[in-house]
């Protein structure tokens, strides 16, 4: 191991001797520099390219190789502070870091939901869960909603719906199945008297 990568190594460890991050920086830095077999002051940045070309070659995913040139990135930053002549940061994040998609999120097996509202009892807690689960409303939109904002009779050209205020105000409707429906009505039927007209009253509120 490079001298300048195992000293690396053991600051990160002061700093958080807890995480795990000193072991995963280390040996990627370890693999670079026994892939590239060039002096530490020598490494440019068609280095790094050359390096990202290989990694992809060899069909490591694009997460990784973004966490070994941050890895890279870390040595030289910390370099900089330790020595008065450090050499220059190769990696150039506009240049070398890789855009890593967004990955569309997951469906809940019904497994899982049945055992999660198992041990949701509450009328009001069913109510907000299911308008979450249902309806897709998050919990900013679940906490501002009015009772004015409840439509729960079917009207002609009108399904059962909610009006749901979302970020930045923007206004939408919520159309609601038969189960939130459900858990409205019986959420309504048992909601104590409050001066508050939002659908789930704050417990301070009279």
């Known amino acids: 191991m490079l001298p300048e990568v195992e000293r690396f190594g053991k600051w990160l460890r002061r700093r958080n001797p807890h995480a795990s991050t000193h072991i995963h920086y280390t040996s990627d830095l370890e693999l670079f520099f026994t892939w ?6 020598q490494v440019s940045v ?6 990202i070309e290989h990694s992809q070659t060899q069909g490591h995913a694009n997460a990784t190789i973004n966490r070994r040139l941050a890895a890279i990135r870390s040595l030289y930053h910390f370099l900089a502070f330790e020595l008065d002549n450090a050499p220059r940061n190769p990696v150039v994040p506009k240049r070398h870091m890789i855009q890593l998609g967004r990955r569309l999120p ?3 097996e019904d ?3 049945e055992k999660l509202f198992a ?3 509450l009328p009001r807690d069913r109510c907000m869960f299911l308008l979450m689960l249902r309806c897709g409303l998050r919990v900013g939109e679940i ?3 009015s009772l004015d904002d409840v439509h729960l009779e079917t009207t002609k050209g009108n399904l059962p719906r909610l009006r749901v205020c979302g970020k930045n105000s923007t206004e939408r409707i919520a159309y609601l199945s038969s189960q939130a429906q459900t858990a409205l009505r019986t ?3 048992v909601r104590p008297p409050s001066k508050d007209v939002a ?4 417990c301070h509120v009279q």
């Open 36 to 41: 590239l077999d060039k002096p530490l002051t």
């Open 46 to 51: 068609t280095d790094i390219d050359r390096f």
């Open 106 to 108: 997951r469906d809940v």
């Open 111 to 113: 497994a899982v939901v």
């Open 119 to 121: 041990v949701i009892t």
């Open 143 to 145: 906490r501002n909603l």
């Open 187 to 189: 959420w309504l039927a």
């Open 199 to 202: 659908l789930f009253p704050n």
